[in-house]
């Protein structure tokens, strides 16, 4: 796993995001089945990059854990799935999630909230290309020094919960349905 990040005096968020699976690749019309890889952005440049799956099939499967530092005033985060040629890698597809849909309306996240996640990739042509499935949790907020805002709650305050399970945690499964994506493009 290789990380980088920028360093600020804002506060920030260390995101765990787990690189499930992801579906229906192809390049050009062929599918993608080997040496594909996932790399992950902030709006800042920070980055990190998973491992090559190299007998993924049809379906690669990484299951792999990347951490992230976010700042707070970041708007999305940015998926680019990739495949490594001989000469130079080629571009699959990419997806941006919003920030707010693992944070919450007021961008305030719960600490060790797990959130499952699907998105539609889009090729460089703006064609539908595949789906990524990532899990997020952010696991740690850090307040620079200096600043004076607030750390985040760490309530379960917005958090919806199953049918009368009583469980403090609910699971919050949240983004755009691959069908609705879909539909938004035609």
Known sequence: MFSFGATSAIPRHTLEITVVSAEALTINGCPVRNKAYVIVRTDDGSWS???????????PTWHEKLLLDMPRRSRDVVVEVRRRGRRRDKFVGT???PVSDFTG???????????????RLWDSKGLKNGIINVSIRVTSLVRMPGSL??????????????????????MVVTGFPAWYADRRKS
């Open 49 to 59: 990059q998973s491992g090559i799956c190299c007998d993924g099939g049809l379906s």
């Open 149 to 170: 805002r607030p750390q985040a709650s760490t309530s379960n305050h917005g958090v919806c919960r199953g049918h009368n399970t009583g469980s403090q945690r609910g």
């Open 95 to 97: 997806t941006r999630i």
């Open 105 to 119: 309306e007021y961008f305030v996240p719960v600490l060790d909230h797990l959130h499952f996640l699907s998105y």
